[in-house]
């Protein structure tokens, strides 16, 4: 893709060097000096929240000569995480963040975003012309709404990847999608700083935001969910090294699926096999009853009753293997049917 250069919004200087909007300095009597120096073009970044996606989102942004001029950290975690992501950031109150930053990034979790940048716009903390971005999925711009208000710019930046908040996440940017979203003027702003960072920008419509995080939680937390129930029974049958068994297959199939899609389907229930379904899931059952892992088998019977669902309306399995599937399923069941039960629409 044509990598952006971000142009100023309306009625913002620029130098020569660079498309970043500056906005202009507060008077010197009510404004405190950064402590690190700014190259010429680049922006004095604040960090709010050093998890594992904002430590992380500012080192990237720093090593492109961006300055980050402060981070807020509480825990002991995220303490730990500034000094070995940010070395040299001081650890700021939000308010001086806020105040000394050219763009303000904040990584706080979804619930404590609206508040904060309410409560941040009640004290008349923004600044006219400041860049204010947050990183959460579920929200789009709508919720920078009261910075917005006061002048900011705003926009939203969701790195489509799960973060170990350590160093080996910058080099994972490199593969990465950014979920963003702004008004149209200020989409290259949030493109060219999703590429800087080495990473692709993907534009989300404001409306589309929650379906977008959504389709993202439901691929990689419930792919940690299954892979960790399918462990869990290979070691509950004595198995000594789960993930030694798992890592090859669930690499190729993962491998395949994104490639090829639904094409990629194998096993029992794209086959039809409704005898080997019938068996997995008495066995599944018997373990609940054993273990007390209730979790496994309704996960297992609602994902392959959504599997044949949708292999049935691809024309994969014809109307009586769908339904000999549905039926293997719900067999011996005391409870009710977790399935669709008829023919998909």
Partial sequence: M?????????????????????????????????????????????????GKVGAVLGAALRATGHAVVGVS????????RAELLLPGVPVLDIADIVER??????????DALPGLVSGLAKTGAWQAGQL????????????????????AITLALHPAMTFTGMSLDLARLADCSFGITAEPAMLPIAQALVVEMGAEPVVIAEADRTLYHAALA??????????????????????????????????????NAL?????????????????TVASHTQALREHALDTGSKDIVDAYVAL?????????????????????????????DAGPSTGPGGWPD
Avoid at 101 to 110: F, I, K, N, Q, Y
Avoid at 222 to 241: N, Y
């Fill in 73 to 80: 950290a509480v825990s002991e975690a995220s303490l730990e």
């Fill in 304 to 332: 392959s009753s959504a599997t044949a669902a949708r292999a049935a309306r691809r024309g994969l399995l014809s109307a009586e293997a769908f339904l000999g599937i549905q039926a293997a399923l719900t067999a011996d």
């Fill in 259 to 275: 490639a090829s899609g639904e094409s990629a389907l194998t096993g029992p229930v794209a086959r039809g096999d409704a005898g």
């Fill in 132 to 151: 204010v971005a947050h990183t959460s999925g579920r929200f789009g711009t709508g919720v920078l709404a009261p910075a917005k208000a006061a002048g």
């Fill in 218 to 255: 439901h691929s990689a937390n419930h792919l940690v969910t299954i892979v960790s129930q399918a462990a869990q029974i290979l070691g509950d049958i004595g198995v000594e090294a789960p993930n030694q068994v798992l890592g090859p297959l669930l690499r190729a199939a993962l491998e």
């Fill in 2 to 50: 044509n990598r952006p250069t971000a142009p100023p919004p309306p009625g913002a200087s620029t130098p020569r060097s660079t498309g970043w909007p500056r906005r202009r300095p507060t008077p010197t009597a009510t404004r405190r000096r950064t402590t690190m120096p700014i190259k010429p073009g680049r922006l004095g970044i604040g960090i709010i929240g050093a």
């Fill in 101 to 110: 930053s050219e763009l303000v990034l904040l990584a706080v979790p979804d």
